[in-house]
C-alpha cells in the first residue's frame, strides 16, 4: 500500500503490506450461500466472492396494512416487488396513507416523573414464503402476519435519556390478540416503569 504520496507518511519504505488469505470453499446459513472464489479483501469491489439468499428459503413482504381506533381495516399498501428505485413515487404514496390513518394519543408519567404524551398507530405486515420462481411455496405454509402499535413520543422518554446514549422517541412494539391501542400501551407501561395516565370520561 503506498502511502509516500501523502505528507503524514513517516515509512522509510513508502508505505506497508496488507495481507489477506486466499480461501476457496462455500457456507450456507439461514438461507444465505456465500461462496468464497480467492482473495478476501473485505472490500467489496475487490474481494473474490460471490454470495446470494436462496429463494426457497426466503420470506417475501406482501403488504403493509393500517387499522382504526377500533381496529377496523383503514388502507393496505401491497408490495410490488419493485422497491423504491424502481416505483417513482412510491414512498410518497405511502407516507400518505400512513398519514392519514387515525392515530389514538394517551398521557403518561415517564419514570422519572415528567409528564409526557404519545401518539400510537396500529399496523400489520404479511410474509409469505418462496421468492422469485418458488412463490408457489408458499401454499405449504402459513403466512407470517405481525400486527404491531406503532409509538411516537412527544418527549425524549427511557432510562437513557438525557444522557450521550440518550432515550427514544419512537418505535413499534409487538401486539397481542385481541389487544387495541389502550391496552397495549398500558402493557407498554408497567414494563417500562411508566404510570398510565387515565382520561378523565366525557361529560
Known sequence: MD???????KSPEGGYWDVYRREFGFSVSEGF?????????HDSSTTKDWCKHLP????RHV???FYGLDGQHVSTIPDTGKGYRLDPGRFERERAIADATPVASFAFDDFD???LSVATKIEEREWRFGSGWFKWLSI???PKISRSLDLKFSGETGK?????KGGTM?????MLPGELHEAAFKRYCAKHDMKFVEQEPAA
Open 33 to 41: 450461500l456465500h461462496v468464497k472464489l480467492g482473495a478476501q479483501t
Open 140 to 142: 405449504f405454509r402459513r
Open 170 to 174: 419512537g418505535h413499534s412494539i409487538e
Open 56 to 59: 426457497w428459503t426466503q420470506w
Open 63 to 65: 403488504r403493509h396494512s
Open 160 to 164: 437513557r435519556k438525557g444522557s450521550w
Open 113 to 115: 416523573g415528567e409528564r
Open 3 to 9: 502511502t509516500s504520496k501523502y505528507e503524514w507518511s
